[in-house]
């Protein structure tokens, strides 16, 4: 067999990881697909465990054709081996420089042991995560997040519980909820922070995505169908129970976002499917020198970041939904290619794609604003009893007090201070929460490491990298 070479490590099998890789292999060049899950696919396309025997499982999913598309042309490139995909490897560090990467990867579900690959090139296309904003009880046996239920049940056929609320704010909320729904949960109320006015002062976005639009009205109707009390300008204010959850107290908001006093109600559940939104992964961007733009990373027209050899694709860059993640993707794929086999990149061959990335870009962003009117003031609502961060059971008041009391101005110190963020989370969960309660800016951490990695691990002799 003839080793094709330049070799490019995409990292991260999700949509955006699949059409970089794809763009790539189509052009040459050798790819290596590391990804932590059994199947490609990622969140978004995650696909329930062989062994279940899931007989449709494009019931639980939305663009299934474009995922039929995207497994077809993986299953091509593995059999004329320009692909070899990596799963269940866990990446926990990328080193080195343009034309000779090393990227580090913890193996199975044990991630006992470790595996490198070189490289000549690094795509990372690894997702997202969802933001979390503690609240009284949301540490209860049945608070789950709005993510997680989607994953237990589009990857175990599982749902979480028979009576569910969904909370929080952001879009995934609504196919979250209807996926509980159709699955045979029963689904007793849809809580989200955002109204209608945030989305009709916004109405020209709307006119110009008419398949988002499409989208979004199909959602409204199955909740219709369903019988889902949609709650919109409301808030979960606790979670009760005392061996699980029993119910929560659900809020009306006013235009500054505090509870409108008289409006609570008690909905009796045994589940509680809660987000606030989507939040890059940057960590292996940190570990390598890469500009973070806000919350995401920094990238040029190719998807290229500002260290020499990487690109970043998807969520990673930017949260914005699956058809621009399979954008970016193709585009940082083709550039790639290009890039590390020596050719001028010809930004015609992915035109298309780059007016669906400049369109879905501002989409997004006028999306992200409207949910932005999520609760405003709802650190005022968490008791100094309220944990925190979950890993360390630090409580607000330990926080409060370390800034009031103790002089902390920064997450770093109060980090120091409490142990806020310390734990096995390394603050991913944490974090958001604990800056909002301090009252201090949420910035960026540079980690060497991008997840826990054990001590035998980084005390083993470097093995040489596997070639590809």
């Given at each position: 067999?003839?080793?094709?070479?330049?070799?490019l490590?995409?990292?991260?099998?999700?949509?955006?990881?699949?059409?970089?890789?794809?763009?790539?292999?189509?052009?040459?060049?050798?790819?290596?697909?590391?990804?932590?899950?059994?199947?490609?696919?990622?969140?978004?396309?995650?696909?329930?465990?062989?062994?279940?025997?899931?007989?449709?499982?494009?019931?639980?999913?939305?663009?299934?054709?474009?995922?039929?598309?995207?497994?077809?042309?993986?299953?091509?490139?593995?059999?004329?081996?320009?692909?070899?995909?990596?799963?269940?490897?866990?990446?926990?560090?990328?080193?080195?420089?343009?034309?000779?990467?090393?990227?580090?990867?913890?193996?199975?579900?044990?991630?006992?042991?470790?595996?490198?690959?070189?490289?000549?090139?690094?795509?990372?296309?690894?997702?997202?995560?969802?933001?979390?904003?503690?609240?009284?009880?949301?540490?209860?046996p049945?608070?789950?997040?709005?993510?997680?239920?989607?994953?237990?049940?589009?990857?175990?056929?599982?749902?979480?519980?028979?009576?569910?609320?969904?909370?929080?704010?952001g879009?995934?909320?609504?196919?979250?909820?209807?996926?509980?729904?159709?699955?045979?949960?029963?689904?007793?109320?849809?809580?989200?922070?955002?109204?209608?006015?945030?989305?009709?002062?916004?109405?020209?976005?709307?006119?110009?995505?008419?398949?988002?639009?499409?989208?979004?009205?199909?959602?409204?109707?199955?909740?219709?169908?369903?019988?889902?009390?949609?709650?919109?300008?409301?808030?979960?204010?606790?979670?009760?129970?005392?061996?699980?959850?029993?119910?929560?107290?659900?809020?009306?908001?006013?235009?500054?976002?505090?509870?409108?006093?008289?409006s609570?109600?008690?909905?009796?559940?045994?589940?509680?499917?809660?987000?606030?939104g989507?939040?890059?992964?940057?960590?292996?961007?940190?570990?390598?020198?890469?500009?973070?733009?806000g919350?995401?990373?920094?990238?040029?027209?190719?998807?290229?970041?500002d260290?020499?050899?990487?690109?970043?694709?998807?969520?990673?860059?930017?949260?914005?939904?699956?058809?621009?993640?399979?954008?970016?993707?193709?585009?940082?794929?083709?550039?790639?290619?290009?890039?590390?086999?020596?050719?001028?990149?010809?930004?015609?061959?992915?035109?298309?794609?780059?007016?669906?990335?400049?369109?879905?870009?501002?989409?997004f962003?006028?999306?992200?604003?409207?949910?932005?009117?999520?609760?405003?003031?709802?650190?005022?609502?968490?008791?100094?009893?309220?944990?925190?961060?979950?890993?360390?059971?630090?409580?607000?008041?330990?926080?409060?007090?370390?800034?009031?009391?103790?002089?902390?101005?920064?997450?770093?110190?109060?980090?120091?201070?409490?142990?806020?963020?310390?734990?096995?989370?390394?603050?991913?969960?944490?974090?958001?929460?604990?800056?909002?309660?301090?009252?201090?800016?949420?910035?960026?951490?540079r980690?060497?490491?991008?997840?826990?990695?054990?001590?035998?691990?980084?005390?083993?002799?470097?093995?040489?990298?596997?070639?590809?």
């Amino acid at each position: 067999m003839t080793t094709l070479r330049p070799v490019l490590a995409v990292i991260g099998a999700g949509p955006a990881g699949l059409a970089a890789a794809l763009a790539a292999a189509a052009r040459g060049v050798r790819v290596v697909l590391i990804d932590s899950a059994a199947e490609p696919g990622g969140q978004f396309y995650r696909q329930p465990a062989r062994g279940l025997g899931a007989l449709r499982p494009q019931a639980l999913h939305h663009q299934w054709r474009t995922w039929e598309r995207l497994r077809d042309g993986l299953g091509a490139h593995l059999a004329a081996d320009r692909i070899t995909h990596l799963s269940d490897h866990h990446v926990w560090c990328v080193q080195g420089r343009s034309g000779d990467l090393t990227v580090h990867a913890l193996i199975g579900p044990e991630q006992e042991e470790s595996v490198a690959v070189r490289a000549d090139g690094v795509l990372l296309a690894t997702g997202g995560y969802e933001k979390v904003l503690p609240f009284p009880g949301w540490t209860l046996p049945g608070v789950v997040t709005a993510g997680g239920a989607q994953a237990l049940l589009k990857g175990g056929l599982v749902v979480p519980g028979r009576t569910t609320v969904v909370a929080g704010t952001g879009p995934l909320l609504l196919p979250v909820a209807t996926g509980l729904a159709a699955a045979g949960a029963r689904v007793v109320a849809l809580v989200e922070s955002a109204g209608p006015r945030d989305f009709t002062r916004r109405a020209r976005t709307w006119v110009g995505a008419p398949a988002k639009l499409a989208e979004g009205a199909s959602y409204a109707t199955r909740l219709l169908r369903q019988r889902v009390s949609v709650m919109t300008r409301h808030v979960v204010l606790e979670a009760h129970g005392t061996e699980r959850l029993e119910a929560v107290t659900v809020a009306a908001l006013d235009s500054e976002g505090r509870p409108v006093p008289g409006s609570e109600r008690r909905v009796v559940c045994d589940t509680l499917a809660v987000g606030h939104g989507l939040l890059p992964h940057t960590d292996l961007a940190d570990g390598l020198g890469c500009r973070v733009d806000g919350p995401g990373v920094w990238v040029d027209d190719e998807q290229r970041t500002d260290v020499p050899g990487v690109w970043a694709a998807g969520e990673t860059t930017g949260v914005g939904g699956s058809a621009l993640s399979l954008a970016e993707g193709h585009i940082a794929g083709r550039s790639a290619a290009a890039r590390l086999t020596g050719t001028a990149p010809d930004p015609r061959e992915w035109a298309p794609a780059a007016r669906a990335r400049t369109r879905l870009r501002s989409f997004f962003a006028a999306l992200d604003a409207a949910y932005a009117a999520r609760p405003a003031r709802w650190t005022e609502q968490v008791t100094d009893e309220t944990v925190v961060c979950r890993c360390e059971e630090v409580t607000a008041g330990a926080v409060r007090e370390a800034v009031d009391t103790l002089g902390a101005g920064d997450l770093r110190t109060v980090k120091l201070l409490t142990r806020a963020g310390m734990g096995w989370c390394q603050g991913r969960v944490c974090e958001p929460g604990v800056a909002a309660v301090a009252g201090c800016a949420l910035t960026p951490a540079r980690r060497l490491l991008a997840r826990p990695v054990p001590l035998g691990v980084l005390a083993a002799p470097a093995d040489p990298p596997t070639p590809q």
